[in-house]
């Protein structure tokens, strides 16, 4: 059973950092690219970063580059997600992803961020 838990998530100030945290069990993690979407009130769910199974390549939205680094350890399951120089339009609702066809996609239940002052 595939099962994604991310962690990490809470309030900081403008310009803050946080690491995101995803745990990933129950399939092949180091076969699998993974990504981050968030989601903000009221907004579509958007995709934030991707890593491709090795780490070797990352893509980023253009909102979050040279802010946001996603990264992997594959000795531990875990995917991250660190965030640097946070604004207030980065508050949403994080989730993990793992996409193994179109009808194999599967996410976390998401952690909170709130950058706030």
């Known amino acids: 059973q595939v099962q994604l838990v991310e962690s990490g998530g809470g309030l900081v100030q403008p310009g803050g950092s946080l690491r995101l945290s995803c745990a990933a069990s129950g399939f092949t993690f180091s076969s699998y690219t993974m990504r981050w979407y968030r989601q903000a009130p009221g907004k579509e769910r958007e995709l934030v970063a991707t890593i491709t199974s090795a780490g070797g390549t990352t893509t980023y939205a253009d909102s979050m580059q040279g802010r946001f680094t996603i990264s992997r350890d594959n000795a531990k399951n875990t995917v991250y997600l660190q965030m640097n120089s946070l604004k207030p339009e980065d508050t949403a609702v994080y989730y993990c992803?793992?996409?193994?066809?179109?009808?194999?996609?599967?996410w976390g239940q998401g952690t909170q961020v709130t950058v706030s002052s």
């Open positions: 992803n793992a996409r193994f066809s179109i009808l194999r996609d599967y």
